[in-house]
């Protein structure tokens, strides 16, 4: 499975912004697709997770009721759509791929390249 994520940059605290990452590969739609975050210093972070059959979808409390994950099966692509971004959302943000939900990052063995998100004040 091969993941690219694209969409990131620069925007101002308060502002939206949407990333995508497609998805290709054997088998793919058996997965779920997580996002993933890392800012500098710091661990990679989980922020939210959809599975691709069921579409159930969970996220990190630092970004719910702000974030959004969908995906386009026609696409085959996952989409974070973020609003209300905040400074602290400031980050290299990741999809990847999981044989299940899951909020570890341990449990995802398919990573796209990071897209950067950088929020200003």
């Known amino acids: 499975v091969q993941l690219q994520a694209s969409g990131g940059g620069l925007v101002q605290a308060g502002d939206s912004l949407g990333l995508s990452c497609a998805v290709s590969?054997?088998?793919?739609?058996?997965?779920?697709v997580g996002w993933f975050r890392q800012a500098p210093g710091k661990d990679r972070e989980f922020v939210g997770v959809i599975s691709w059959i069921s579409a159930i979808k969970t996220y990190a409390d630092s970004v719910k009721g702000r974030f959004t994950i969908s995906r386009d099966n026609a696409k085959n692509t996952v989409y974070l759509q973020m609003t209300s971004l905040k400074p602290e959302d400031t980050a290299a943000y990741y999809c990847?791929?999981?044989?299940?939900?899951?909020?570890?990052?341990?449990?995802?063995?398919?990573w796209g390249q990071g897209t950067l998100v950088t929020v200003s004040s």
């Open positions: 590969g054997p088998s793919f739609r058996n997965h779920a």
């Open positions: 990847a791929t999981a044989h299940f939900l899951s909020s570890a990052p341990g449990d995802y063995d398919n």
